[in-house]
C-alpha cells in the first residue's frame, strides 16, 4: 500500500508540473500582447456578424462598441431570430438614436432544422454579403468590445498562413458566488487548453472569406451545432492556420447559478467532442485530474483507519502540493489578463478578499463538479440552447427538435442570453 501511495504522490506532482508548463507559456504568450496594429490604408473591408435571440442584458453596451470601432471599413449585420424576439426592443431605440449606414438589420427567414439557429443565422449572413468584404467577423452579445477590436482582429489575419483569427474570454464576475467563482476557475483551465489545442471561440472571432470560397466550411456549419470548435480542423486541410489575438481576451462580468454552469459547460465539452480532434486529450486531462485526487484521498483516509501513517502522509502531501499549485496557477494569470484589460481602460478590481477565500474553495469544487459535467456529456445525446432542443444523432447530425420564437425569460444557462 505504501508503494501505491508514493506512486499517486508523485502522479500528482507530475500532472501539476505539466499543467504548470502549459500555464506558464500562454501567460508569456500573453505578457507580450501588444503588437503594431494595421495602419488605416492596410484594413481591408470587413462585415462584422451578431447573432440575437432574446434580450441580453449587456446587448446594449454590445452594440455601442460595434458603432464606435476606430476601423475605416466594415459594416456591421444583425441577425435577430424572430420579428418578436426580445432584443428588438433593445435595438430599436438604440439604432434609433445612433442612426448609421453601416448597421443593417435582418431576421432568421429559414431556420434550419439540421443546425443550430446560431448556425443558421450565420450562415444566412455570410450568403449575403457581397464579394468586396475580405473577412468576417463575429461576436456574441455579451461581447462588449473596445474601438481597436476589430482592428486587432484584422492585424491577426494579416499573415498569409492564418485563416480565422480568435480571442478568448475572461470572467471577472460582479457577484462572486460559489458558481459563479468556479465557472471563472474552469474557464482559467479551459483558456490554457482552448490555446494550445487551437480551439476558436466565437466571442470574438474572425474568418477571411476565402475561405468560404476555397473550402466546404459554410456547408458544414450548415450542419452543425457551432461554428467555431470546427475551424481548427477545417482550415487544417486547407493548410491554413488558427491565429490568436492575445489581446482580445475579452472580459465578462456575469454571475451564474450552479445549474445554469453545469448547462453552459456541458454545451461547451459538447462542441468539442463533436468536432475537435483534442476531444480525447480534454476528457484524458479531466479524468486523471479527479480520479487521481480522489483516489489520494480515498487511500490516504484507508491508511488512517489502518495506522498506516506513512501511507497516508504520502497521500495527503501529494494532494496538498497538487491542490495548492493548482490555485497558485490562478495568479499569473489574472495578472496577464488584468493587464490586457486595463490597458484598453476597463476596470479590472473585482477580487475581494472574502472572494479570494471562497476561490480557494472553489477550485476544489470545479474539479468536481466538471468532472460530472464531462461524464454527462459522453453520455449526451439531447441539448437545451435559448430554449430549443437539439438532438445529436449518429454520424455528428444535428436535428432541432422544433424551432419556438424566444417570447419570456429562460431558464438561467450560465451566461448571456444571446445565440
Given at each position: 500500500?505504501?508503494?501505491?501511495?508514493?506512486?499517486?504522490?508523485?502522479?500528482?506532482?507530475g500532472?501539476?508540473?505539466?499543467?504548470?508548463?502549459?500555464?506558464?507559456?500562454f501567460?508569456?504568450?500573453?505578457?507580450?500582447?501588444?503588437?503594431?496594429?494595421?495602419?488605416?490604408?492596410?484594413?481591408?473591408?470587413?462585415?462584422?456578424?451578431?447573432?440575437?435571440?432574446?434580450?441580453?442584458?449587456?446587448?446594449?453596451?454590445c452594440?455601442?462598441?460595434?458603432?464606435?470601432?476606430?476601423?475605416?471599413?466594415?459594416?456591421?449585420?444583425?441577425?435577430?431570430?424572430?420579428?418578436?424576439?426580445p432584443?428588438?426592443?433593445?435595438?430599436?431605440?438604440?439604432?434609433?438614436?445612433?442612426?448609421?449606414?453601416?448597421?443593417?438589420?435582418?431576421?432568421?427567414?429559414q431556420?434550419?432544422?439540421?443546425?443550430?439557429?446560431?448556425c443558421?443565422?450565420?450562415?444566412?449572413a455570410?450568403?449575403?454579403?457581397?464579394?468586396?468584404?475580405?473577412?468576417?467577423?463575429?461576436?456574441?452579445?455579451?461581447?462588449?468590445?473596445?474601438?481597436?477590436?476589430?482592428?486587432?482582429?484584422?492585424?491577426?489575419l494579416?499573415?498569409?498562413r492564418?485563416?480565422?483569427?480568435?480571442?478568448?474570454?475572461?470572467?471577472?464576475?460582479?457577484?462572486?458566488?460559489?458558481?459563479?467563482?468556479?465557472?471563472?476557475?474552469?474557464?482559467?483551465?479551459?483558456?490554457?487548453?482552448m490555446?494550445?489545442?487551437?480551439?476558436?471561440?466565437?466571442g470574438?472571432?474572425?474568418?477571411?472569406?476565402?475561405v468560404?470560397?476555397?473550402?466546404?466550411?459554410?456547408?458544414?456549419?450548415?450542419?452543425?451545432?457551432?461554428?467555431?470548435?470546427?475551424?481548427?480542423?477545417?482550415?487544417?486541410?486547407?493548410?491554413?492556420?488558427?491565429?490568436?489575438?492575445?489581446?482580445?481576451?475579452?472580459?465578462?462580468?456575469?454571475?451564474?447559478?450552479?445549474?445554469?454552469?453545469?448547462?453552459?459547460?456541458?454545451?461547451?465539452?459538447?462542441?468539442?467532442?463533436?468536432?475537435?480532434?483534442?476531444?480525447?486529450?480534454?476528457?484524458?486531462?479531466?479524468?486523471?485530474?479527479?480520479?487521481?485526487?480522489?483516489?489520494?484521498?480515498?487511500?490516504?483516509?484507508?491508511?488512517?483507519?489502518?495506522n498506516?501513517?506513512?501511507?497516508?502522509l504520502w497521500?495527503?502531501?501529494?494532494?496538498?502540493?497538487?491542490?495548492?499549485?493548482?490555485?497558485?496557477?490562478?495568479?499569473?494569470?489574472?495578472?496577464?489578463?488584468?493587464?490586457?484589460?486595463?490597458?484598453?481602460?476597463?476596470?479590472?478590481?473585482?477580487?475581494?478578499?472574502?472572494g479570494?477565500?471562497?476561490?480557494?474553495?472553489?477550485?476544489?469544487?470545479?474539479?468536481?463538479?466538471?468532472?460530472?459535467?464531462?461524464?454527462?456529456?459522453?453520455?449526451?445525446?439531447v441539448?437545451?440552447?435559448?430554449?430549443?432542443?437539439?438532438?445529436?444523432r449518429?454520424?455528428?447530425?444535428?436535428?432541432?427538435?422544433?424551432?419556438?420564437?424566444?417570447?419570456?425569460?429562460?431558464?438561467?444557462?450560465?451566461?448571456?442570453?444571446?445565440?
Amino acid at each position: 500500500m505504501l508503494i501505491l501511495a508514493q506512486i499517486l504522490c508523485w502522479t500528482l506532482v507530475g500532472l501539476i508540473v505539466s499543467q504548470g508548463w502549459l500555464v506558464v507559456g500562454f501567460v508569456w504568450r500573453l505578457f507580450y500582447f501588444r503588437c503594431e496594429l494595421l495602419a488605416d490604408d492596410e484594413c481591408r473591408r470587413a462585415a462584422v456578424i451578431l447573432c440575437l435571440r432574446g434580450g441580453d442584458p449587456f446587448l446594449a453596451d454590445c452594440i455601442a462598441g460595434l458603432l464606435e470601432l476606430d476601423y475605416p471599413n466594415y459594416d456591421v449585420h444583425i441577425v435577430v431570430d424572430h420579428q418578436g424576439d426580445p432584443a428588438v426592443e433593445i435595438l430599436e431605440p438604440l439604432l434609433a438614436s445612433n442612426p448609421s449606414e453601416n448597421v443593417h438589420v435582418q431576421f432568421l427567414q429559414q431556420p434550419r432544422d439540421t443546425c443550430s439557429l446560431k448556425c443558421s443565422s450565420v450562415v444566412q449572413a455570410v450568403r449575403s454579403l457581397d464579394e468586396s468584404v475580405h473577412f468576417v467577423a463575429q461576436l456574441d452579445a455579451d461581447t462588449i468590445p473596445h474601438r481597436s477590436w476589430l482592428r486587432e482582429l484584422a492585424t491577426a489575419l494579416a499573415d498569409e498562413r492564418v485563416g480565422a483569427a480568435t480571442g478568448n474570454r475572461w470572467y471577472m464576475p460582479n457577484n462572486r458566488s460559489y458558481a459563479a467563482l468556479v465557472r471563472y476557475v474552469w474557464n482559467a483551465a479551459a483558456v490554457v487548453q482552448m490555446y494550445w489545442y487551437r480551439i476558436a471561440w466565437g466571442g470574438s472571432l474572425a474568418v477571411k472569406t476565402s475561405v468560404f470560397r476555397e473550402t466546404d466550411l459554410l456547408e458544414k456549419w450548415s450542419n452543425a451545432f457551432c461554428e467555431d470548435t470546427m475551424l481548427f480542423a477545417q482550415l487544417k486541410k486547407a493548410g491554413l492556420e488558427l491565429g490568436f489575438a492575445p489581446s482580445l481576451m475579452m472580459v465578462n462580468r456575469e454571475d451564474c447559478t450552479m445549474a445554469g454552469y453545469f448547462r453552459w459547460v456541458r454545451r461547451q465539452l459538447l462542441t468539442t467532442r463533436l468536432y475537435h480532434p483534442a476531444w480525447v486529450a480534454v476528457v484524458g486531462h479531466g479524468v486523471f485530474t479527479t480520479l487521481f485526487p480522489l483516489a489520494a484521498i480515498a487511500l490516504g483516509v484507508i491508511g488512517l483507519i489502518a495506522n498506516q501513517m506513512d501511507v497516508a502522509l504520502w497521500c495527503f502531501a501529494g494532494l496538498a502540493f497538487y491542490q495548492v499549485s493548482a490555485t497558485v496557477l490562478i495568479p499569473p494569470m489574472e495578472f496577464v489578463a488584468r493587464r490586457i484589460v486595463a490597458a484598453r481602460g476597463e476596470p479590472t478590481r473585482w477580487m475581494t478578499f472574502g472572494g479570494a477565500c471562497k476561490c480557494v474553495v472553489a477550485v476544489a469544487l470545479t474539479q468536481v463538479v466538471y468532472f460530472g459535467a464531462l461524464c454527462s456529456t459522453c453520455l449526451l445525446r439531447v441539448v437545451d440552447w435559448r430554449g430549443v432542443q437539439y438532438t445529436i444523432r449518429p454520424g455528428k447530425q444535428i436535428k432541432m427538435v422544433e424551432y419556438k420564437p424566444f417570447h419570456s425569460d429562460p431558464p438561467d444557462d450560465g451566461r448571456a442570453v444571446s445565440l
